[in-house]
């Protein structure tokens, strides 16, 4: 079990240039939740999702890892086996910056799956409806994403992680989401140290002993060292 667990969000890659969220021009200020982040938007519109994970996934392609990636997989490359991030992005910028560690709990964009039989298999940069499933043949193939109304990824895992862990630290995370909102709370009821590393003190932020506010480029490689 590790006894580092971090947990990451949209905060850590805007520096790398890839839009946040929440922000006052983020991506809900630019799309509807509704329409591009739930299985009832898809089945409407599968075009219009699809389109808008091939504009991200063409985003992600073209940005670098940053300090705070970078720094991130120093502390696992560091303490051996000690480390797990999970992450809710879907970027892949954690992985590129060397973390080996890490759980895209809200799906990865260089993934597809098959809403009839979960089979999943390598995102091509532009995914098309007309794309079928390379398992049983069903289409539309799906971005593997977690929207509003599905579960995240490997929760027992997570949860089993953050409960035995010595500190659980929050990173770029606006806390707005459930459940990763409620692993402050997980961690803090197991007497695990909690530490929020952010720009500004999230929806929960009152609930970690400790935070450090900042960019990411420079707070996490500083927490780091
Ligand atoms: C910087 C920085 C810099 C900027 N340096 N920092 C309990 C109460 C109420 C509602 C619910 C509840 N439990 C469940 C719900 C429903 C729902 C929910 O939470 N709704 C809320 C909106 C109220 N949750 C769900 O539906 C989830 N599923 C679920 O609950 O299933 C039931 C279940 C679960 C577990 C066990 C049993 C049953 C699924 C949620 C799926 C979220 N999906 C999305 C989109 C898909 C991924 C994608 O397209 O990329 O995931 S939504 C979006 O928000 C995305 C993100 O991963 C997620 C979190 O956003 P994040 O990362 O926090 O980004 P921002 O923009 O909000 O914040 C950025 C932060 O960074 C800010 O604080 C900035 O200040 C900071 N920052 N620059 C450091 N340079
Ligand atoms: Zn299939």
Known sequence: MPDIVILTGAGISAESGIETFRADT?????????????????????????AFYNTRRAGIA????????????????????????????????HERGG????????????S????????????????????????????????DIVWF???????DRIIDAISVADIFVSIGTSGNVYPAAGFVAEAARNGV?????????????????????GPATQTVPAWVE
């Open 26 to 50: 983020g991506l809900w200020a630019q799309h509807k939740v509704e329409d591009v982040a739930t299985p009832e938007g898809f089945a409407r519109n599968p075009e219009r999702v699809v």
């Open 62 to 93: 073209a940005a670098e890892p940053n300090a705070a990636h970078l720094a991130l997989a120093k502390l696992e490359a560091e303490n051996d086996g000690s480390v797990l991030i999970v992450t809710q992005n879907i970027d892949d910028l």
């Open 99 to 110: 973390s080996q560690n890490v759980i895209h709990m809200h799906g990865a964009a260089g």
């Open 112 to 143: 597809a799956l098959c809403a009839s039989c979960d089979h999943r298999w390598p995102a091509p940069l532009v995914m098309h409806v007309t794309d079928s499933c390379p398992s049983c043949g069903a289409a539309p193939a799906r971005p």
């Open 149 to 155: 109304g599905e579960i995240p990824y490997q929760m």
């Open 193 to 213: 140290a909690t530490l929020e590393i952010n720009l500004e003190p999230s929806a929960v932020g009152s609930q970690f002993e400790d935070a450090i506010m």
